[in-house]
């Protein structure tokens, strides 16, 4: 074992503690934190460390500047003024605080000696969260099942390890994410992932993570006030963590959110979601060119990314399409939603599905705008096979079919679906939407009203001054007071 300020590294099973609590740090960059802190201070070059921690591994240029910058997040070091590493630059780093060798208690039975075996035994609940995390980050839809099978083995083999169980919770949150989309989502994974992320919280409170993933958990199942409570929590113990920061934007809204954006971005520059997040509260405000450029900002980021946590987005080329409604250039935002769908077809992603459906659906609804019924039929038939009887698709089906007349009756199955499911907002706006497009836009003017002054501060709505399936009730008697209602709520 390796002693230093409050930390120790248990070198048997690659577990780094902080006044005797697990902190969560991937056996791996423990490893690179045991050698160099076993240098004693002593100059341990770049070279070195890859080849002694990533042996016979291809590793992008930036993958030890990422590793020691999650190293020091998680000793809570400065690069600036480091009381335990130092970077010497276009050299390598130095361990620079005192390290002590302290004794490993003896199990019972081996007179002090661990077994190969028992400690590959010892290790294996930590290279399963490895193996988690790793499968998590790709954002692969695919890789979900690996994920949740590699956490759950972690937990399975080391009970207490909190951080095996926020790696759960998160795996469980974004199985929920990969259906969200539709109108009746996996409910069951995302009470699964509040159920993980409490027990992590539980077993460690001061691990950051188990508190962002709770408060992730809980923003999934609308509990906005507590999911922003357990963010905050984790930003408290890890201010500097920018997924903590993201996380807090996701569950906020209006400036709280554009605040959370800035810092965010500011630690992780480039990241495109953020961009997302940002352009919802700017569309609410109606501030069309702001938050058009919030897109293009993200756009540009998601269609060549440069570092691999900014890959795997979706989303902003149909939010620039949006952004293109409301400034009345449909040519562009044609081009856009096309884009978007095309990008979201051949993507792998958790949320690629989900950017596909809306991108097709908001394509369908303009080339209605438009008179274009044909290649509004055929957006709106992509949507539906996507996600089988999506409330969206199924009205753009009816008014392309000729049925807008009857456009609220036939929503009537995903109205109630969405209402059992508990998108009440989500319900309201669609048959807002419904009544518009029969012709009757002041009754879906008024629905969204109502729907606004009983619900808390939140993003319910913010699409409605530029998505084209809310084109009618624009022009409807009342709408500019409704504007006004979510320009308020966004400020």
Known sequence: MLDFGPFRIDLRTCVLTRDGATVPLSPRLVQVLACLADARGALVTRELLLERCWPDVIVADNTLTRAIADIRIALGDSPGAPAYI??????????VAPVADAAAPPEAGHEGVVPVSDAVAGLEPFLAW????????????????????????????????????????????????????????????????????TR???????LGEGWAALGHALAG????ERARAAVRQAL???????????????????????????RAEAL?????????????????????EFARQAAERGAAAQVAPHDRRLQQAHGLLWMRGLTAVARGAQADAL???????????????????ECSVIAHEALGFLHLMLGETTPARAAFHVAATASPGHG????????????????????????????????????????????????????????????????SSGPMGWSLPADPMFAPLRAADGYHRVASMLASRAS
């Open 200 to 206: 992590a919280t539980e077993l460690d409170p001061t």
């Open 392 to 455: 969206r698709a199924m009205l753009g089906r009816a008014i392309a079919g000729g049925r807008a007349a009857d456009a609220v009756e036939s929503i009537g199955p995903a109205a109630e679906a969405l209402g059992r499911a508990g998108k009440l907002g989500e319900r309201t706006l669609l048959l807002a939407a419904a009544h518009g497009w029969a012709g009757r836009g002041s009754d879906g003017v008024a629905l969204v009203a109502d729907a606004l002054a009983g619900a």
């Open 86 to 95: 130092q970077t010497l630059a276009r050299r390598g780093y130095r361990f």
């Open 221 to 224: 199942a609308g509990r906005t």
């Open 335 to 353: 081009d856009d939603f096309r884009a978007e769908a095309g990008l979201a077809a051949a993507g792998t992603s958790i949320y690629a599905r």
């Open 268 to 288: 992780l520059p480039g990241f495109p979601s953020t961009q997302t997040l940002a352009a919802m509260v700017l569309i609410a405000r109606q501030s069309f």
């Open 130 to 197: 490895e193996r988690g995390r790793a499968a998590l980050e790709s954002l692969s839809i695919a890789a979900l099942p690996a994920a949740a099978e590699a956490f759950s083995r972690a937990v399975a083999g080391a009970p207490h390890y909190a951080a095996g169980y926020a790696g759960l919770a998160n795996a469980h949150v974004f199985r929920f994410e990969a259906t969200r989309v539709d109108d009746v989502p996996d409910v069951e994974a995302l009470a699964s992932a509040v159920a993980a992320a």
């Open 236 to 262: 408290a113990l890890e201010p500097r963590n920018w997924r903590h920061h993201y996380r807090l934007a996701a569950c906020s809204w209006g400036e709280d959110r554009l605040r959370a954006v800035e």
